[in-house]
């Protein structure tokens, strides 16, 4: 059964609240999630900013019914039922959406607010499309737009590495480990020479002295292609060759289960990076990308109004 929208939680939210007493936001919605009976997989689920999903879509039914007039906030963080809400409650028993709460005078949905009017001109109202979706929460729409883009711009990526010469992506996957901190403070990252690599790509020092290395190889290959156990095998004997007990296989395709489960079972540290995992590592540590936009969510600071 999917979980709760947002707008789902309206309903509930103002049952907890008919008996007219003022309770505090998150009472409110914890009771709401129990009306619904929320399932503990349900109340599991987190959102990328961190927050726990239904904690954030209750408190959104909330802001919107407090838009409607149907709640107030007596004093901060905590709510009271409105002749507004109780009139919500008995017309629509059964679920409240925000295309309900439009009949409401005075309402304005976020979505609708007016655009800031040229001089002497009328505010100029957007209206919602038709086919506007409710199930994700304001705050979900966006993280939702945020992962789009950030999924083109992953098989950007891929393509644009795979269009380079193989020395390219060694020295752009090197160039990713020391952006992950493993080079240390001091460390040093090096690109083996293409003739004499042993199965080696490049080397990054932890330290200073080099006391402390990791030890990569970098497959360049189409994304339909499949790296098999074979190459990792390869990979390991050459960190036996060289001493070593650590490295990182990155490819811009994928591995086969076989070599995720050889790659397991080794006694060196064995790390498998594909292509999907490599261009998420990417964007997330700044390596080929470049910020384009920067947006600033805000909310209430309620100390200042005390």
Do not use: C
């Amino acid at each position: 059964m999917p979980a709760p929208t947002w707008d789902q939680y309206m309903i509930p939210s103002l049952r907890v609240l008919a008996d007219g007493d003022v309770r505090r936001g998150r009472d409110v919605v914890a009771a709401a999630a129990d009306h619904l009976r929320l399932s503990e997989a349900d109340r599991a689920v987190v959102i990328p900013s961190g927050q726990e999903q239904w904690v954030n879509r209750g408190n959104w039914a909330l802001s919107y019914l407090a838009r409607a007039g149907a709640v107030e906030r007596p004093s901060r963080g905590r709510y009271q039922i409105t002749d507004v809400g109780r009139g919500l409650l008995t017309t629509y028993p059964d679920g409240l959406t925000e295309k309900d709460l439009r009949s409401v005078p005075g309402y304005e949905s976020p979505r609708s607010a007016p655009k800031p009017a040229a001089s002497g001109a009328a505010p100029i109202s957007i209206a919602p499309a038709a086919d506007e979706s409710t199930a994700l929460d304001p705050d979900e729409q966006i993280e939702d737009g945020i992962s789009r883009i950030h999924a083109d711009v992953a098989d950007q990526l891929l393509t644009r590495i795979q269009a380079q010469e193989p020395e390219f992506f060694e020295k752009a996957v090197l160039d990713l480990l020391m952006a992950m901190g493993y080079g240390g403070a001091e460390g040093s990252a090096t690109r083996t020479q293409l003739s004499r690599d042993g199965g080696i790509d490049g080397i990054i020092d932890q330290d200073a002295l080099g006391l402390s290395r990791i030890y990569v190889q970098a497959k360049r290959y189409a994304k339909e292609n499949t790296v098999g156990r074979p190459a990792i095998q390869e990979f390991v004997g050459a960190l036996a060759g060289n001493a070593a007990n650590q490295g990182v296989f990155l490819t811009t395709s994928r591995f086969s289960a076989d070599a995720e489960k050889y790659a397991d079972q080794v006694q060196a540290r064995v790390v498998l990076v594909d292509g999907a995992k490599l261009a998420r590592l990417m964007i997330r540590y700044g390596v080929g990308v470049q910020v384009r936009r920067t947006v600033h969510i805000v909310d209430v600071d309620e100390d200042f109004f005390e």
